[in-house]
């Protein structure tokens, strides 16, 4: 039997916090950047999966590409946002965000390949209400961009989570706790740079 489709309220233990929405406003340039980055990021990520598991997991590979074109595209969609509002790329340090959800891979697999997607999954549905956050307080461009992005992210992470499920140690639901606890925290938490997915800025 399949599993029911989660909702992302249902898979993260905590909203947004205000302040970040706040700081969103604030530091518009830098939120498109590090967008992009995220994007690119995203990206990598998939096709780093189809390399790794790609022999053993043949299966996979047609997901992973297409999700790995899907964020390219979306990292250029936000770049072409940036050059209309001149706005230049830069540098970013990276957020302590996917580093610190990391730190919490199992070492062998099959556990690792559950861990590496249930993170996934976790990165995806944060992107996801985050966009639903900033809709209603972004200009109207910006605005319906994110509208249309975040069915695209609600995809990806019932995406990662069903292939975790289908291809993982059998232990998803546990591990989905844990991480959960994990994101939770480092969302919530104070947070010194403000990135897509900071924390409380201070």
């Known amino acids: 039997m399949s599993q029911p489709l989660l909702r992302v309220q249902d898979l993260l233990a905590c909203a947004t916090p ?8 604030c530091q518009q340039e830098t939120l498109l950047i590090d967008h992009a980055n995220c994007e690119k990021k995203a990206a990598a990520t998939a096709m780093n999966l189809m390399f790794r598991y790609g022999e053993r997991l043949p299966e996979l590979q047609e997901s992973l590409s297409k999700l790995a074109r899907e964020e390219l595209r979306h990292c250029e969609l936000v770049m072409r946002i940036m050059r209309r509002r001149s706005i230049a790329h830069k540098p970013l340090t990276a957020a302590r965000y996917a580093e610190g959800l990391r730190k919490h891979l199992r070492k062998k697999d099959p556990e690792r390949l ?4 249930v993170v996934g999954a976790f990165i995806e549905a ?26 695209a992210e609600a995809r990806h992470f ?3 989570l069903g292939m975790a499920r289908k291809y993982g140690a059998g232990d998803v ?22 990135r897509f997915h900071s924390g409380v800025p201070v």
């Open 126 to 151: 944060r992107s996801c209400e985050r966009f639903e956050t900033l809709v209603p307080v972004l200009d109207e461009g910006l605005s319906e961009f994110y509208r249309g992005l975040h069915a």
């Open 18 to 25: 205000k302040a970040w929405v706040k700081a969103a406003l």
């Open 173 to 194: 639901d546990e591990r989905m706790e844990v991480i959960a606890e994990v994101e939770g925290e480092l969302i919530s938490s104070e947070d010194r740079m403000f």
């Open 114 to 117: 559950t861990d590496l997607l």
């Open 158 to 160: 019932q995406l990662y």
